[in-house]
Structures are given as C-alpha cells and as structure tokens.
C-alpha cells in the first residue's frame, strides 16, 4: 500500500485537473472522471471526453477513517479469465506505488468529488490485493489465492511448513468474505517476517485477535 504524506491539486491544462500525492501524479483529468458509476477512470481521455475512454481505473473504498483507491479487482479478473482486451487497466501509479490510502478528511479537502457513501473495504478485497502487491508469492492474481511454498526459504519460527500453513489457513478463512474491515498501524501487532525469492516480506501480522493480513508501509487489515 502506500499512504503518501502530502496530497494537492492543481491545474494541468486548461479545464484539466489533476491529483498529486507526494509529488507524483495520480489522476490526469479529475474534471472528466465519473465517481458515481465506480469503476473511476483517473485518466480519461481528452480527446473525446469520455470517462469510459482511457485507461487508469481505480475503485474507492472505505476503510475506518480511511480512503482505498484499489485496483478494479472483479472487472481485471474477468477480463483476464475470459482473455479479453483489457478496458479496464488500473492505475498505472497504483499498479507501481500499491493501493493508495489516505485520510478521508485530507482527500474530500482535494478531491471534493468523492462521493460521500463509499463501500467498505471487505475481508476478501484486502487478501485479493495482498496477492497484487507480493507477486508472485500468493499465486498471481486472479489465479487461486495460496501460498507458493516453493518460495519461501524461512519464516518467524523453526518449522517453516506450519508458519505457511497458518498463512494458507488466514488467506483462506478471508477469501470471498465481505465483511468489512479497518486499516490499523502495526505498531500494537507483531510483523511475521518471511524471506521469500530473495527478499524480505511482512505478509501477515500477529494481533490480540489473531493472525490478520499485513500490508508495506505498516498497515494491518482487522
């Protein structure tokens, strides 16, 4: 995930706003986007003006006192299962930095056009896009959500195949689960480290309530 520190708006061309956050530029036609028919499309195109037209999708999502904009998971996963021409194509800055979170009371300051009902941020969202962001290590998306064990060299304890098991059981128990969830910092939790296709990973975290999915930069779904 990435929760960027510093959000702003300005003026990119006549008519054309777009959205910042650290810096980098996340959305190119704001003026042009359609928030009331989710999936959005961040970059419309500017030629015809039609929010259909383009490619840099995103779904808004709620989670607690925060905002998703997320990969449009069911529409890629279809497009991908039924080997379609790609409509759909995410952001390619969500695609690169990971799911964007912020403050929702510092986004609406920028992006007013948010709607003020968003749906909430659901158990089996949130382990679809753990999958995203630890490619290939959970399977690649949209395949089955399980852990490739023949990545994983170690884990937080001695026995390896049971840390994965337990991983396995959590992605499991979440998966087509809509109940909602909320974004916590890991600060209270204990980050469960992995090393994984020569890298280090934090894919789970546990809490007083369990084991529960963990997301970089420190953000635990319970």
Known sequence: MW????????RRSIGRDGLYADGVELAK???LSDWSDPPVNLEACEMCGSPDCGGAFVSPRRAGDLVLLMPPLDELAREIEEDRW????????????????????ALRRVLPELPGQLPPFTRDEAVRCLQMELDPLLGRFP??????????????GADLAADLDA????????RGSHRPVTLLPDATSEPLWFFADDRDVYPAARTPDGLRPRFEPGL???
């Not at 390619?92 to 799911?99: D, E, K, N, P």
């Not at 395949?143 to 937080?156: H, M, Q, S």
């Not at 991983?167 to 979440?174: R, S």
């Open 167 to 174: 991983l396995d059981a959590l992605l499991q128990a979440w």
């Open 3 to 10: 929760k960027p520190a510093e959000l702003g708006r300005r």
């Open 143 to 156: 395949a089955e959500l399980r852990v490739d064990r023949e990545r994983f060299v170690a884990g937080p």
């Open 29 to 31: 036609t704001l003026d």
């Open 86 to 105: 790609p409509l759909y194509r995410p952001s390619w800055t969500v695609a690169r930095h990971g799911v964007f979170v912020a403050d929702e009371a």
């Open 220 to 222: 635990v779904a319970t």
